[in-house]
């Protein structure tokens, strides 16, 4: 297997037990191996993790060199700037613990990069795993794309020099959303850029009820208020594709949503308290009084 220079990768963990063997797995599996994994262990409590990171540090068979930094809790924002700070490489990979990467995962985002000079950053689709078993498509784009919705999983390979540029990972962030600032950041640093997506599930995405990815989704419309006046010149610069793209993600909903409660009522299903309640008395200027039409229309229709 060749061994990439140019590339590193920093694994965050804090209390993942065996799961970080999975990741550690993976990136020795790599088609190209990168150059060296540095994982910052972020306060790790519980004892099984913290022994298991010690087996990882003094494992002389591991393909890959393996540097383990250990740190107070602070957060993945922080611990993610802490491993990069560490890199020497043109080309990191952020990882999570307890995620995982296909074999030819940095051969071919890699080489996407390589042959893209205006692409700061790029990914793949995503296979999850757990609660949920599917396949995410993310798009990528430039940052227009990026101020309705994040396109880009948390896993990815950037250009170190954007992450200098950017300011890196905001370390205050530590509810969620730190992966889209981050993206929105190095997009604003470096005009005319656009962060690329290899259009195959190459990461192995965890899903649980209580990860954070789930739990952030609580706060989101705290954290879209932060990164919306964080980002205020991009968002003022890009107001209609912005607004438009929220709109089309808000239209796509109420669509689906539509067709499930057409599909219910064909084939004799009841609905929720809320859809009826809704339809008694749906919202305006949202879409939301022209789904309840064409909804009892086509309950008389049959």
């Not at 088609?31 to 409590?45: A, F, H, L, N, Q």
Request: net charge negative; glycine share 6%.
């Amino acid at each position: 297997m060749q061994i990439n220079s140019d590339i590193e990768v920093v694994i965050t963990s804090f209390n993942q037990k065996s799961m970080i063997y999975e990741a550690v797995h993976s990136l020795c599996c790599q088609t190209i191996r990168p150059k060296r994994m540095i994982i910052v262990d972020d306060g790790s409590t519980d004892e099984t993790s913290i022994d298991i990171l010690h087996e990882i540090e003094t494992d002389e068979k591991l393909s890959i060199p393996v540097r383990i930094i250990r740190q107070k809790n602070s957060g993945v924002s922080a611990a993610r700037n802490t491993g990069i700070s560490e890199t020497e490489s043109l080309l990191v990979v952020v990882l999570d613990g307890d995620d995982s990467l296909e074999p030819s995962y940095i051969e071919e985002v890699s080489k996407m990069l390589h042959e893209n000079p205006s692409m700061v950053a790029a990914s793949s689709w995503l296979q999850t795993f757990g609660i949920l078993e599917a396949v995410v498509r993310p798009e990528g784009g430039d940052v227009s794309s990026f101020l309705a919705r994040n396109c880009c999983p948390a896993t990815h390979m950037f250009r170190r020099e954007a992450w200098k540029q950017c300011g890196g990972y905001d370390e205050t962030m530590r509810s969620g959303f730190e992966d889209w600032d981050f993206f929105l950041s190095m997009l604003e640093a470096l005009p005319d850029t656009y962060i690329g997506i290899v259009e195959k599930p190459l990461i192995n995405y965890r899903t649980t009820p209580a990860s954070s990815n789930i739990k952030s989704m609580e706060k989101r419309l705290e954290l879209m208020r932060y990164i919306v006046e964080k980002h205020g010149d991009a968002y003022q610069e890009h107001v209609v594709d912005a607004i438009l793209g929220m709109e089309s993600i808000s239209m796509s909903r109420l669509y689906g949503w539509e067709n499930e409660i057409n599909y219910a009522q064909l084939h004799g299903r009841s609905v929720s308290n809320e859809t009826k309640t809704f339809i008694e008395s749906p919202s305006y200027g949202d879409g939301g009084m022209a789904a309840a039409v064409r909804i009892v229309s086509m309950e008389n229709q049959m």
